[in-house]
């Protein structure tokens, strides 16, 4: 018998976005380790407000989006809200009923400078770090780190030099034409009206340039989770900088750890830094055109052949940031909201890590 696509619309419903979640959905297994978290730093969040006026969006829920706008590829604050009105999965992952409203997407932008200023996503992310260091999924022996470019949300039409006040011609619309072929212009002469902070680059001879952020990221090389991101001004040292930055700042006591790295890294400066700290150069080898700082002391042993065998995993965050995540081309202006975005995504990856790990055997 054929059946009618009419029903009665019920008036009460006796049912949760709960019961609409399958019992084996993976995102339950995010939202378990996200919850606990996020309940750690509850004394943090309730200092980032007053104790009187009216309630904000909840602070949880603000970084509960933030981790399903990079789970799911959602490009802006707008389009999740539009997804938030409708879609029970989010609504459940929100702890929201189902008659709940969606807030608006202008509560991002609210609450993005006081989330910067109270470094909240990095605490966020610390204390994802220290769930999987609890569950013995990291290791503080072996590291990896390495470097990419993101571009920034600029045009090259927006270089200007630094010493030109002229405001644009009007003629041509919001998308006017710019000759700048045949002229020299770097960033020591030049910058970006629409993002000042971007910097000209590109990844390698031959290819475009860009305006573009460095993004940095050290791993650990157990199971491939992010400990440390971080996200520069891209220079010719921002990478090496970077590194030992990041280095000095999750490194536990002072004892003998190895650190993997690509060419890039092999200078004697860098290899020098890192000795200097009790750290073992896992560095690759510069095959041609000048001589290795890393040496037969180094390269003998069968610990630097795993490390840069190991080392191809942080390949696999660049990949899952720029393509799921949504980094491929950034959608804020200025290294501090910038920042804010890799570290939260760079949580939604370990998130995702650690949920995978969790089923499988020991």
């Not at 920034?152 to 003629?171: C, F, H, N, T």
């Not at 020299?184 to 030049?190: L, Q, Y």
């Not at 491929?328 to 290294?335: D, P, S, V």
């Amino acid at each position: 018998m054929r059946g009618r696509e009419e029903e009665q619309g019920e008036i009460l419903l006796g049912i949760t976005p709960d019961a609409l979640v399958p019992k084996d959905h993976p995102i339950r297994r995010v939202r378990e380790i996200t919850d606990r978290a996020l309940k750690e730093m509850s004394p943090v969040l309730n200092t980032m407000y007053s104790g009187i006026g009216r309630p904000s969006v909840a602070p949880e829920r603000l970084l509960k989006a933030s981790i399903l706008m990079a789970l799911y590829s959602i490009r802006s604050e707008r389009q999740f809200c539009e997804r938030l009105q409708y879609d029970l999965l989010f609504k459940w992952f929100l702890n929201m009923n189902i008659a709940t409203p969606a807030f608006d997407h202008a509560s991002f932008s609210k609450n993005r400078e006081r989330l910067i200023k109270h470094q909240i996503a990095e605490q966020f992310f610390a204390a994802v770090v220290e769930e999987a260091t609890r569950a013995k999924l990291t290791s503080d022996d072996h590291f990896t780190v390495d470097g990419t470019l993101l571009q920034a949300w600029a045009s090259l039409k927006s270089v200007k030099p630094r010493d030109d006040d002229e405001l644009p011609p009007s003629a041509g619309g919001r998308n006017a034409d710019v000759d700048f072929h045949g002229q020299r212009r770097t960033n020591e002469t030049h910058r970006s009206t629409t993002d000042p902070e971007a910097r000209i680059a590109r990844k390698g001879r031959g290819q475009e340039a860009k305006l573009c952020f460095s993004g940095h990221v050290l791993m650990e090389n157990r199971n491939g989770l992010v400990l440390d991101v971080l996200v520069s001004q891209a220079s010719g040292t921002a990478e090496r900088d970077a590194a030992l930055l990041m280095l000095d700042r999750r490194r536990g006591p002072r004892k003998r750890v190895t650190l993997g790295a690509d060419k890039g890294y092999d200078t004697r400066s860098f290899v020098e830094a890192l000795r200097e700290r009790q750290v073992t150069p896992h560095v690759a080898q510069h095959t041609n055109r000048r001589r290795s700082a890393v040496d037969g002391r180094t390269t003998q042993h069968e610990g630097y052949r795993l490390s840069q065998r190991v080392r191809k995993r942080v390949e696999e965050v660049f990949g899952w940031m720029k393509t799921v995540g949504g980094g491929r081309k950034l959608r804020y202006i200025g290294t501090a909201k910038n920042q804010l975005w890799a570290t939260l995504t760079a949580t939604a990856y370990n998130l995702v890590r650690m949920a995978n790990l969790s089923t499988q055997p020991a």
